[in-house]
């Protein structure tokens, strides 16, 4: 018995040491990650880099260490867990620091192009020298001394000033250099920072347990305290993000100079240049043209000379877009954080001062009604002036208006006390002091929205200049207030105790255009159409749910139920960003999913339809055949009489018209010579294969309105075929006054259609069933034939015409 009893109690020894070892050498690898140089040059950081792969690949390997151990000693859970929290820590910095090193090492390579060019620039000076020394020049009695003198200053001016134009060339390049520099730095100082601020800031409130308040004087100094320590992380992150954002300003948009620029821009020379072509001098302005070729840039001067320039010598200057985005992203973000913070300390407060003024029985309310004339008097003046510092944002929230409650006993309690009854005890000391304490701690809470306040202003600055310009036709533009638009900002304090209200709304496309219709010049012409008709429909829907959050599943354990309020202080709910968190893992949702998954339990108190809206739009396709074929007219169709005239003969019937390109019918009606070819009514030879295609075209509109004449106003497609505005087999608008006919191309032009060009009508879902297709020619033609036909029928019946 005694021999198992101590096998046991050295196996747990064993095991107890050997996590101890374990713990040991994750330490000790730590320390080495935290303390060991990144390197500096690139043989430096290529080294760090080396080793430090060697070390991940060590910690990596020794996760099968811990599980060995784990899965052979069965280790208590604590400990397990206590061991793995160490591991993933070590493993995750290592793998940081290699990340970290594998930039910089890209970084670091960059000596190589340089220690390259320094070695040419010698090797060429070397060069030179020894070719001097080689073709070393002679003299002889008859060469002019004067005019090889002068060839030899010459040259050595301009060995200099090439020299000089080097040290220029190179100076520029230092400025890319720099600015490269600022660019990566800032980008990769931009993502570290919304990383860490993220998760710092995010974390700073998870300490709060509303259970575990007590109302004394030692949760008041715990708020304050919280409160000075998040004020002073938020102004250090906002001296962080401000910094960025002056930096931002100077950071140049090193894209257009790789990618090249999609039209031309204002440039700077980075030193004096002159060619044949054109001339400038350092710090002159100019148009940059076209910089896709990377060495020589297009670039045109205030005198209007244009020239191929080495790109090295021109400067792209700041600010650069992507920059100044990143940079008020990290503001707003910062902002919503603050945001949050500002509504977690306004809840842990007024859970704090629920406590203090809690409710009084009969013995404590005889007491409060003992205080002395001046403890009256200052605790009035204390509850009023906590009422009117809260009241303004706090009074929709559940927990203060518990609170003004408790608030009016109090005052009704001091109010209403007989006079003449002082008392000096304990307990209403502890009282005065406890709700004096609370004017110290709004106070405190009062600078911090202070200092949010003022940040809020300065970001929503550049989210709101003072005008907008706003208009939805070119006749309408003009410029208004924002006071419209910040209705739709969310950084207003939004509180709310268990009710919620989620409004969505949904964009539901039939067959609508996927593309942005851009406005296009319709061009006549008089060549072969064809038209296809279509109707798509827009609806805009929007739903309004309002429900109420009855609990929240703790992510900790996924069993206890917390109230919305407990989630909020707890870093369970995010209401600024609508997410569903754990605060163990750091792993998140949004709330939709969290309401769907059952998390969040919630009850639907109703439901409405608040708007629904419904678009109809036409789409009319038209298909221009260009015959491009020469030929010849072998015979023109008397429309009198039906018989063949020669060409001679129906120009001198005026019949024909070859000037205007014109066929006359027996009605008077002209029509172009094309249609009067696909009519019949004109016989041509064609010089080419007679099957060869022709050239097709299509142009697809979209048709948002149309004019109705008669009532003097637009309508919808469809409303215009229902109408009879549109004829839907051949697309003409029909004016309802005239009773004209006009074609499509037309009317777009003279503005009874109202229409865009489709720029790809291939990504239109057009159902094919809807599709209408009309040969104009073939109409044409139809027409004409049957006027000839009715005409010889009246002939026959011997009626005029």
């Known amino acids: 018995m005694r021999v198992e009893l101590f096998l046991?109690?050295?196996?747990?020894?064993?095991?107890?040491?050997?996590?101890?070892?374990?713990?040991?050498?994750?330490?000790?690898?730590?320390?080495?990650?935290e303390t060991e140089s990144f390197g500096k040059g690139r043989q430096g950081v290529v080294d760090a880099l080396s080793s430090q792969r060697a070390r991940t690949n060590d910690i990596h390997n020794f996760r099968s260490k811990i599980d060995k151990l784990v899965e052979?000693?069965?280790?208590?859970?604590?400990?397990?867990?206590?061991?793995?929290?160490?591991?993933?820590?070590?493993?995750?910095?290592?793998?940081k620091r290699q990340q970290c090193l594998e930039t910089v090492a890209q970084i670091a390579s960059l000596e190589e192009f340089i220690q390259n060019m320094a070695t040419e620039f010698d090797s060429r000076?070397?060069?030179?020298?020894?070719?001097?020394?080689?073709?070393?020049?002679?003299?002889?009695?008859?060469?002019?001394?004067?005019?090889?003198?002068?060839?030899?200053?010459?040259?050595?001016?301009?060995?200099?000033?090439?020299?000089?134009?080097?040290?220029?060339?190179?100076?520029?390049?230092?400025?890319?250099?720099?600015?490269?520099?600022?660019?990566?730095?800032?980008?990769?100082?931009?993502?570290?920072?919304?990383?860490?601020?993220?998760?710092?800031?995010?974390?700073?409130?998870?300490?709060?347990?509303?259970?575990?308040?007590?109302?004394?004087?030692?949760?008041?100094?715990?708020?304050q305290e919280e409160i000075n320590d998040v004020l002073q992380a938020f102004l250090l992150w906002q001296t962080k993000i401000d910094y960025l954002f002056d930096r931002a300003k100077q950071v140049v948009p090193v894209p257009q100079r790789v990618k090249g620029i999609k039209e031309p821009r204002p440039v700077l020379a980075l030193t004096d240049f002159d060619n044949s072509e054109i001339k400038f001098i350092e710090g002159e302005a100019l148009t940059l043209l076209d910089n896709s070729d990377r060495s020589k840039w297009k670039v045109r001067n205030s005198e209007g000379k244009e020239s191929l320039v080495p790109a090295v010598i021109i400067l792209i200057p700041p600010p650069s877009g992507e920059a100044?985005?990143?940079?008020?992203?990290?503001?707003?973000?910062?902002?919503?954080?603050?945001?949050?913070?500002?509504?977690?300390l306004g809840y842990q407060l007024i859970a704090f001062m629920?406590?203090?003024?809690?409710?009084?029985?009969?013995?404590?309310?005889?007491?409060?009604?003992?205080?002395?004339?001046?403890?009256?008097?200052?605790?009035?003046?204390?509850?009023?002036?906590?009422?009117?510092?809260?009241?303004?944002h706090w009074q929709e929230y559940g927990d203060f208006q518990e609170l003004q409650e408790r608030i009016l006993r109090l005052r009704m309690i001091i109010e209403e006390a007989p006079e003449g009854r002082e008392s000096n005890t304990e307990f209403l000391q502890t009282v005065v002091v406890q709700i004096k304490t609370l004017e110290d701690l709004l106070k405190k809470y009062k600078d911090f929205w202070a200092f949010w306040e003022t940040f809020k202003v300065i970001v929503e600055l550049l989210k709101q200049p003072k005008f907008l310009l706003v208009c939805d036709k070119w006749d309408?533009?003009?410029?208004?207030?924002?006071?419209?638009?910040?209705?739709?900002?969310?950084?207003?304090?939004?509180?709310?105790?268990?009710?919620?209200?989620?409004?969505?709304?949904?964009?539901?496309?039939?067959?609508?255009?996927?593309?942005?219709?851009?406005?296009?010049?319709?061009?006549?012409?008089?060549?072969?159409?064809?038209?296809?008709?279509?109707?798509?429909?827009?609806?805009?829907?929007?739903?309004?749910?309002?429900?109420?959050?009855?609990?929240?599943?703790?992510?900790?354990?996924?069993?206890?139920?917390?109230?919305?309020?407990?989630?909020?202080?707890?870093?369970v709910v995010d209401q600024a960003k609508g997410l569903y968190r754990n605060p163990l893992t750091g792993s998140s949702m949004t709330m939709t999913d969290a309401m769907s998954d059952g998390r969040v339990l919630l009850e639907i108190v109703s439901k409405k339809k608040i708007r629904e809206e419904k678009n109809s739009y036409g789409i009319i396709t038209i298909k221009i055949t260009r015959e491009t074929r020469p030929y010849t007219i072998t015979g023109v169709v008397d429309p009198h009489s039906e018989t063949i005239l020669s060409v001679t003969q129906a120009v001198h019937d005026n019949i024909l018209d070859t000037h205007n390109s014109t066929y006359k019918t027996e009605t008077g009606e002209l029509i172009s010579i094309s249609d009067a070819i696909a009519s019949g009514l004109v016989h041509v030879d064609y010089h080419e294969d007679p099957n060869a295609k022709p050239e097709v075209v299509s142009k697809t509109y979209t048709v948002h309105g149309v004019v109705d004449t008669r009532r003097k106003q637009k309508v919808s497609f469809s409303d215009a075929v229902r109408l009879g505005l549109l004829d839907r087999?051949?697309?003409?608008?029909?004016?309802?006054?005239?009773?004209?006919?006009?074609?499509?191309?037309?009317?777009?032009?003279?503005?009874?259609?109202?229409?865009?060009?489709?720029?790809?009508?291939?990504?239109?879902?057009v159902d094919p069933r809807n599709q209408i297709v009309v040969q104009k020619l073939e109409s044409a033609k139809e027409k004409l034939k049957k006027g000839v036909r009715a005409i010889k029928q009246f002939k026959a019946l011997g009626k005029p015409l």
């Open 324 to 344: 100044m985005d990143a940079a008020i992203r990290l503001r707003v973000q910062l902002l919503s954080l603050w945001t949050t913070s500002v509504k977690r």
């Open 729 to 765: 087999d051949t697309g003409e608008y029909i004016n309802n006054v005239t009773h004209q006919k006009v074609g499509v191309q037309e009317a777009i032009m003279r503005g009874f259609i109202k229409a865009r060009v489709v720029a790809d009508p291939s990504k239109l879902e």
């Open 8 to 33: 046991q109690l050295s196996g747990k020894k064993m095991a107890k040491s050997e996590v101890q070892r374990c713990l040991d050498w994750l330490f000790q690898k730590q320390s080495e990650l």
């Open 354 to 392: 629920l406590l203090v003024f809690r409710d009084w029985n009969d013995e404590e309310t005889a007491l409060l009604q003992q205080l002395s004339p001046e403890d009256k008097v200052e605790l009035l003046r204390v509850i009023k002036y906590i009422e009117s510092t809260l009241q303004e």
């Open 72 to 95: 052979t000693e069965k280790l208590a859970a604590e400990t397990a867990k206590d061991l793995d929290g160490n591991y993933n820590s070590v493993s995750s910095l290592s793998k």
């Open 125 to 223: 000076a070397l060069h030179l020298v020894s070719k001097a020394e080689v073709e070393k020049q002679t003299g002889s009695p008859d060469q002019s001394n004067e005019s090889l003198a002068k060839a030899s200053q010459t040259c050595i001016q301009a060995v200099r000033a090439n020299w000089q134009w080097l040290f220029q060339v190179m100076q520029c390049a230092e400025v890319h250099l720099r600015n490269d520099a600022l660019y990566q730095e800032f980008f990769h100082e931009v993502e570290e920072a919304e990383y860490w601020m993220e998760t710092t800031l995010t974390r700073i409130h998870l300490s709060f347990d509303r259970n575990r308040l007590q109302g004394n004087r030692a949760d008041a100094e715990a708020i």
């Open 476 to 571: 309408q533009l003009k410029y208004i207030t924002t006071a419209h638009f910040v209705r739709f900002w969310d950084t207003n304090l939004d509180i709310a105790d268990g009710d919620l209200t989620k409004q969505t709304a949904s964009l539901v496309l039939q067959e609508a255009p996927s593309e942005e219709l851009v406005s296009s010049e319709v061009i006549i012409s008089e060549e072969k159409e064809e038209t296809t008709t279509d109707t798509l429909t827009t609806s805009l829907e929007e739903e309004q749910s309002t429900f109420i959050i009855t609990g929240v599943l703790d992510p900790r354990d996924n069993e206890s139920k917390l109230t919305l309020q407990e989630a909020i202080m707890l870093g």
